[in-house]
């Protein structure tokens, strides 16, 4: 039986959290020590200093290891009254607003656009930080298709980001089992997925809206908003994040973290969205911690947050 000292789980802790931001106080901290036992054992190794090395020096390592750490606890439509205020309130002020826009811009000759093109202000950028197997990203972008009365006239992107592969390649694939039925009505349902033997899976229309990518939160807090994003043939794309999304889900992700990353990541999805873009953290996750710009609206049981214009 390989036994870990104190120093050697520690050093592990520290590593785990330089990587990703991660952190194991001290009563969550057998989660990672028989996750390590795990990796240990797997890859035949007879002492931790020696996988504490080979983490070191391989990448790859590196992502099984995180893959038995992240917790992935998803579904959809979770936090009902966050999505009625995202349906109710805040997607049809930004549309009006759009639209109003759009009618000033009319003639304005520093922002030419002729009829029949795609005007450059038809668009929708929403982010799922942390989107696990999907079903969040899912549920963002079926909500805003049903508040649109012509979604495909829209350019609508919904970026989804995840350190973990596995769940990215569960959500790439956009299929769930029937027991997904349960979180969304039946009329969501029925315009936005398919039943299939055993389950459910989303219609092209939607699904093709959605990017999934691996990437770090930890580098984009790292690099102030300038995001890696790794599509699934592993090609690797840079994105300026700054000033680019219109709301941005970050829910349940920086639960696990260390306070400084928290608020480091905080002021990052600050930075990320456009001046008067929303954000959405999860209940556990109050911003009042921290030291932040945004202003916080409490909407019926939904709390928010959103940048000032
Ligand atoms: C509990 S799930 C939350 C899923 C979804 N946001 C929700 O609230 O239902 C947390 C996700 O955050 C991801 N995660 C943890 N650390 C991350 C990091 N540094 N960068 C990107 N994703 C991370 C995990 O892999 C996991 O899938």
Redo the contacts with the bound molecule.
């Keep these: 039986m390989h036994t870990m000292t104190q120093e050697q789980l520690a050093r592990f802790n520290k590593l785990v959290g330089e990587r990703?931001?991660?952190f194991f106080p001290a009563a969550k901290q057998v989660v990672l020590e028989n996750r390590l036992r795990e990796r240990l054992l797997a890859c035949g190794h007879s002492d931790y200093d020696n996988y504490y090395n080979r983490l070191l020096e391989e990448p790859e390592e590196m992502q099984n290891l995180?893959e038995g750490l992240?917790?992935?606890?998803?579904?959809f439509f979770?936090n009902p009254a966050q999505f009625k205020a995202l349906r109710e309130r805040i997607l049809p002020g930004m549309i009006d607003g759009r639209n109003r826009e759009i009618v000033k811009s009319w003639g304005d000759e520093t922002r030419p656009w002729k009829w029949g093109e795609r005007h450059p202000l038809m668009h929708l950028r929403a982010w799922?930080?942390?989107?696990?197997t999907g079903?969040?990203a899912y549920s963002i972008v079926f909500t805003i298709l049903d508040s649109l009365k012509f979604p495909r006239a829209w350019d609508i992107e919904i970026t989804a980001?995840?350190?973990?592969r596995s769940?990215l390649g569960h959500a790439r694939m956009g299929v769930y089992g029937n027991n997904a039925a349960k979180d969304i009505t039946p009329d969501v349902l029925a315009r936005h997925m398919d039943r299939r033997e055993g389950g459910l899976v989303v219609k092209e229309f939607p699904a093709r809206l959605v990017k999934f990518y691996e990437?770090?939160?930890?580098d984009l807090s790292a690099r102030r908003g300038i995001m890696t994003l790794t599509s699934a043939d592993g090609l690797e794309a840079e994105r300026d994040a700054t000033g680019y999304f219109d709301i941005i889900?970050?829910?349940?992700?920086m639960i696990?973290?260390d306070r400084t990353a928290q608020a480091r990541l905080v002021n990052t999805l600050y930075r990320c969205l456009k001046p008067g873009g929303f954000l959405f953290t999860?209940d556990s996750e109050p911003l009042h911690l921290f030291e932040h710009e945004f202003n916080v609206i409490t909407d019926g049981d939904a709390v928010y947050y959103v940048k000032p214009s």
């Design positions: 990703c931001d991660l995180l992240t917790v992935n606890e998803t579904r979770r799922s930080a942390g989107c696990s079903e969040e980001t995840d350190i973990n769940v990437s770090n939160l930890k889900f970050c829910r349940n992700v696990y973290f999860g």
